[in-house]
């Protein structure tokens, strides 16, 4: 079946540091791949998305790629701020959003 | 802009009560779902309705019922709470397309 791995956290940067976050899939065919954020005390949100290998999703200064090859989809962020302290999920979707699939997410912590 | 609007946002249960999760969506969304999110998990679907009048058993269905009763709403059910439904739980909703989902605020829920 599918899976999503991402690394665990917490991860604990200072302000304007650089932010990566791994994640990689198992999944049969051509999967939509997903950047879901959870901010304290709040449901998910979708961050960013690609639908197709080598595209670039990007939000907010958050960006993923979507690497058939290393089946991969790791987020980045250059210069992250205190106000990006939360949880970030990656997902893939292979036909539907009842078909997603959820890695367990990882804390980013960002201190001043 | 209220979007996915679940209630109630905290409940605590004794082991063998029961209670219903409401969840309501002003999107006009045809599709509709329950998760429970537990540390270490990610998420995991526990019923979907794809459309206004069905629903489908996702990866975790034992021990909850749900109820499309309409286009806005879709509760979920928990006939005899036990202390492995101590969770907490998101609606969501997503446009035809499935795409993209939008999450309640969650409900947390302990079972003693």
């Known amino acids: 079946g599918n899976s999503v791995t991402q690394m665990e956290g917490p991860v604990t940067l200072s302000e304007e540091a650089f932010l990566t976050i791994n994640c990689t899939y198992t999944?049969?065919?051509?999967?939509?791949l997903f950047w879901y954020v959870q901010y304290p005390g709040e449901g998910l949100q979708l961050l960013l998305k690609a639908t197709k290998a080598d595209d670039k999703g990007s939000n907010k200064g958050f960006e993923a790629t979507y690497r058939k090859e290393t089946t991969s989809f790791h987020l980045e962020k250059g210069s992250v701020q205190v106000s990006d302290s939360a949880v970030y999920f990656c997902?893939?979707?292979?036909?539907?959003?009842?078909?997603?699939?959820f890695g367990t997410g990882t804390k980013l912590q960002v201190i001043p | 802009n209220a979007g996915v609007t679940q209630t109630p946002k905290f409940q605590v249960l004794k082991t063998g009560q029961s209670m219903t999760l409401q969840c309501a969506q002003d999107?006009?969304?045809?599709?509709m779902y329950w998760y429970r999110q537990d540390p270490g998990m990610g998420l995991r679907l526990i019923y979907y309705?794809?459309?206004?009048?069905?629903?489908d058993k996702g990866e975790v269905p034992n021990g909850y019922n749900v109820s499309r009763l309409n286009k806005r709403e879709f509760s979920l059910r928990l006939e005899s709470a036990a202390p492995s439904q101590t969770s907490v739980y998101f609606c969501?909703?997503?446009?035809?397309?499935?795409?993209?989902?939008?999450f309640g605020q969650g409900t947390r829920l302990t079972v003693v």
């Open positions: 309705s794809a459309s206004e009048g069905t629903t």
């Open positions: 969501a909703s997503s446009d035809i397309r499935g795409t993209e989902a939008f």
């Open positions: 999107m006009n969304h045809n599709s």
């Open positions: 997902a893939l979707s292979d036909g539907g959003y009842q078909k997603v699939t």
């Open positions: 999944a049969t065919g051509y999967p939509s």
